[in-house]
């Protein structure tokens, strides 16, 4: 590790670049905050860009149910309840909670994961958890109040600290983090 802390890392490894879907994919959601909620579409799309691997489980969640947690999630001011919302679709675990969070409200969210958090555990700025799985909600709350006063810092959105963590791992890392066919592994580096 060539970095003492956080603050250190993104000195100078901070970076805005996300992909192109990525970036496709914000704006195209933008209107879901002014809307409140999530169509099925939307989610799958958000979903997929997430974690592919379980599409067969956010197909179950029918619109219906996915307009009704989502709006609740949008309406709450309560990170607890916008995090349980989310966590209530089949499906949703705190990664992907946090990842439709982050691609409709980047500034205050980032995407919580296996890369940010085995980074963060690396740095001794966390504690737990040093495979980076199993999240609860205690664990994201914790990853966001240490994100947000980061974004602050460096005048930059949340989504931008966690990307930037992200690629500094994904960079850094030696060996495979999931396997040979896992989306982290091909060349797209806003999959996690």
């Known amino acids: 590790m060539r ?18 879907e990525t970036r496709r994919l914000m704006r195209d ?3 879901v905050r002014q809307r409140g909620y999530l169509t099925k579409r939307e989610f799958i799309e958000i979903c997929r860009w997430k974690s592919p691997r379980a ?9 219906e149910r996915i307009r009704r947690k ?5 309406a709450s001011r309560d990170e607890r309840a916008r995090f349980e919302a989310l966590t209530a679709l089949d499906g949703v675990g705190a990664p992907m909670a946090s ?22 555990y690396e740095l001794g700025s966390v504690r737990t958890k040093p495979r980076g799985v199993g999240f609860t909600f205690n664990h994201w709350h914790e990853f966001l109040m240490m994100l947000r006063p980061q974004a602050k810092r460096f005048g930059v959105s949340v989504r931008t600290v966690e990307y930037s963590l992200f690629c500094y791992h994904r960079k850094e890392q030696k060996g495979v983090l999931y396997g040979p066919s896992s989306p982290c592994n091909r060349s797209d580096p806003a999959v996690s």
């Open 55 to 63: 599409t067969r489980h956010y197909m179950k969640n029918s619109p």
């Open 29 to 31: 959601l933008r209107v």
């Open 70 to 74: 989502t709006a609740a999630a949008f």
């Open 99 to 120: 990842a439709i969070l982050t691609l409709t409200d980047p500034r205050r969210y980032g995407v919580i994961d296996i890369r940010v958090w085995q980074l963060l």
């Open 3 to 20: 970095y003492r802390d956080i603050a250190e890392l993104l000195a100078n490894e901070l970076t805005a670049e996300d992909s192109d």
